[in-house]
């Protein structure tokens, strides 16, 4: 792994792919945490964020923050905010889905994920700046991945917060494309958007921070042009990654278990609203894509059949 150096007062938690990485921010009068994880991995959040506290002696955390609201980035938000009764922070535009807790327009129901209920507190505007620890934090909009999905950017150290619209090796799945929406051109304008930023350091959602964005966005590019030449790719590699999600929570599953997931089989309607949509965009019966979905995922090399099980394999 390529080493970084970060400036004071920021500590980056990697976490994998179930939780999202957490990035800890500290300074006189404010303590930060942007992005809180998994709900499954909650308590080794709080560990996590607990114990950066106990090394710097710092009282409690002012605010969570969050990029978006998909549900590895803030599963951990009720335990941090009912632990040290701190504010949550989240991208503007889903204030009325939180206000009324709307797992639909929260991508949770649609995406067959958890999330535990939280409050908001403040709101992050694109275009207005932040207080993150002891720096300020420009908040820029960042659609594609998730159309209300933030970025944030601090100028004197050249550092931005990219969530999941840029990794060291691509982005996270365009899920609006799968349900009939505009994705690919917000996920190139966001890119745009990044180009035009002096950046010497990139803190993903996912893996380690990494220094060489010119790179990084030349493989974006190519990973957008490759889906958007063929839309289908887009739906195909969008189930496989959910169904690699639940397995990454659930370790090992019976086959008729995860069948059961991707489709109920007493009314045979998917139970997963994003893999319906995928099978409709790939032609597929409810049938053929319960048999073609756990296959994909093997022959990929993303999971193995162990027996009646199928097991996650890393």
């Known amino acids: 792994m390529t080493a970084y150096s970060l400036p004071p007062g920021i500590t980056v938690f990697e976490r994998g792919w179930l939780s999202a990485n957490n990035i800890f921010h500290f300074g006189e009068g404010d303590v930060s945490v942007?992005?809180?994880?998994?709900?499954?991995?909650?308590?080794?959040?709080?560990?996590?964020?607990?114990n950066a506290m106990e090394k710097h002696h710092l009282p409690t955390v002012n605010k969570v923050v969050n990029t978006h609201l998909h549900s590895d980035h803030c599963g951990g938000n009720q335990l941090l905010a009912k632990t040290f009764d701190c504010q949550v922070w989240?991208?503007?535009?889903?204030?009325?889905a939180v206000q009324d807790w709307n797992e639909g327009l929260l991508s949770y129901q649609n995406l067959g994920q958890e999330c535990p209920r939280f409050n908001h507190?403040?709101?992050?505007?694109?275009?207005?700046?932040?207080?993150?620890?002891?720096?300020?934090?420009?908040i820029l909009a960042a659609p594609g991945h998730d159309p209300h999905s933030v970025m944030l950017y601090q100028e004197q150290n050249r550092i931005l917060i990219s969530a999941d619209a840029l990794w060291e090796e691509g982005?996270?799945?365009?899920?609006?494309?799968?349900?009939?929406?505009?994705?690919?051109?917000?996920?190139?304008?966001?890119?745009?958007?990044i180009e035009s930023l002096s950046i010497d350091l990139v803190?993903?959602?996912?893996?380690?921070?990494?220094?060489?964005?010119?790179?990084?966005v030349a493989i974006a590019r190519s990973r957008l042009d490759y889906l958007a030449s063929d839309p289908?790719?887009?739906?195909?590699?969008?189930?496989?990654?959910?169904?690699?999600?639940?397995?990454?929570?659930?370790?090992?599953?019976?086959m008729d278990f995860v069948n059961n997931w991707i489709m109920s089989i007493n009314n045979l309607i998917m139970s997963t609203p994003a893999l319906m949509s995928a099978a409709k965009q790939l032609n597929m019966g409810a049938d053929e894509f319960v048999s073609w979905l756990p296959q994909a995922l093997i022959k990929s090399g993303a999971a193995r059949l162990d027996g009646q099980y199928l097991v996650d394999k890393a």
């Open 34 to 50: 942007v992005d809180t994880g998994y709900w499954a991995h909650q308590h080794l959040t709080l560990e996590l964020i607990r």
């Open 90 to 96: 989240i991208p503007a535009a889903e204030a009325p």
């Open 121 to 138: 507190h403040g709101l992050l505007i694109p275009g207005e700046e932040i207080q993150l620890g002891r720096y300020q934090w420009r």
């Open 171 to 193: 982005f996270g799945v365009i899920f609006p494309e799968l349900w009939g929406e505009a994705g690919f051109e917000e996920v190139s304008q966001t890119l745009d958007l």
């Open 203 to 216: 803190i993903p959602g996912h893996g380690a921070p990494f220094e060489d964005v010119v790179k990084a």
């Open 232 to 254: 289908d790719r887009n739906a195909r590699h969008g189930a496989k990654v959910l169904l690699k999600y639940k397995l990454l929570e659930w370790h090992q599953r019976e």
